[in-house]
């Protein structure tokens, strides 16, 4: 396909956390910033627990906070929200329904991180997280002699001296793997059983939901190239009357009212088949009415790809 589609792949649908693409960034940043990073402090043992902790989970929530700002959905969903103009077209509970698909599709990010960490042994960063004395008790280790529990927390700088110390070490490690496989296996089911259950409920056909997904394709694309060459004229005019010192012609543009209208977020009816905002709007029955909340309107989970794109890029935004 050629690139000037660009625009569009970069306003992935709202399950964007699935394409391989971004997992395999995800994997491979995890593994970078394993080998860039300090291995691990040689300070008092509450700095280990401060350090792994750090390790594990400020990179996890990055890629949260990052899986909201790459979706077309959360700027849809916050853009004007605190204006004071009540929304027409969604209710409360169907705009907390779309925070609830924005932040499960934001978590696969950090969950593919943290799986990732714990196969390569990130558990070993956090073993002086207690006192000596404390850490021999530990349920997870089990009883230990106290000169192995005393350089445990040396363990991950590989400086313990103590015998056993080793095994230790790879008993550790072997509980992180399996730890980050667990994580991994609890995932795919998760997703696998969500996935299931939004296309079981889906209100349209399998073809007709290709066929969606190709018109809003089309229709974002036709909008950015409408969008580009409208723009391009009536910035034409305006520099031109600007330096004639003319008055321009009138160049007509959709009105706020308009814009907010096919920025909404969609809403599915069984009575109506629309396949966009802009597709809704442009068929309402009234030409100087809003689009208004009916009986029936709901936020399909399955159709969320609907709201997913944008005619900006990510870095634009």
């Not at 990052?66 to 077309?72: D, E, F, R, T």
């Not at 089309?218 to 031109?240: G, M, P």
Request: glycine letters at 6%; proline letters at 7%; aromatic letters at 8%.
């Amino acid at each position: 396909r050629s690139c000037r589609r660009c625009w569009t792949c970069t306003q992935a649908p709202h399950h964007a956390g699935l394409r391989p693409g971004g997992l395999l960034l995800t994997v491979g940043g995890e593994r970078i910033f394993s080998t860039a990073v300090v291995p691990v402090p040689l300070a008092a043992p509450p700095w280990n627990l401060t350090y792994g902790l750090v390790f594990l989970l400020v990179p996890a929530l990055a890629l949260f906070l990052l899986g909201y700002v790459l979706s077309a959905r959360t700027w849809r969903l916050l853009t004007g929200c605190c204006n004071g103009a009540p929304t027409t077209t969604t209710t409360t509970l169907q705009r907390g329904l779309v925070c609830a698909q924005l932040s499960g599709a934001a978590a696969i990010a950090p969950l593919t991180w943290v799986a990732v960490a714990l196969l390569g042994g990130s558990l070993l960063r956090v073993p002086g997280q207690r006192e000596p004395a404390s850490l021999a008790a530990a349920p997870v280790l089990g009883p230990l002699p106290p000169q192995c529990a005393q350089q445990l927390p040396l363990v991950p700088c590989n400086k313990a001296q103590a015998p056993g110390v080793q095994d230790l070490l790879m008993d550790l490690k072997a509980q992180s793997q399996v730890l980050g496989w667990i994580l991994i296996a609890a995932v795919i089911v998760c997703l696998l059983i969500i996935v299931s259950i939004t296309r079981c409920v889906s209100p349209v056909s399998f073809l007709q939901l290709s066929f969606w997904k190709i018109y809003v394709e089309q229709e974002q694309k036709i909008l950015r190239s409408q969008a580009t060459e409208h723009a391009t004229e009536l910035a034409n005019e305006n520099v031109k009357c600007f330096f004639e010192g003319s008055h321009p012609k009138e160049c007509k543009t959709p009105s706020m009212k308009d814009w907010q209208q096919v920025s909404e977020l969609y809403t599915f009816n069984p009575k109506n088949q629309y396949y966009s905002m802009l597709h809704k709007y442009v068929n309402r029955e009234e030409k100087n009415r809003s689009i208004r909340i009916s009986k029936g309107d709901a936020v399909v989970p399955v159709l969320g790809f609907v709201d997913a794109h944008g005619m900006h890029t990510t870095a634009e935004l």
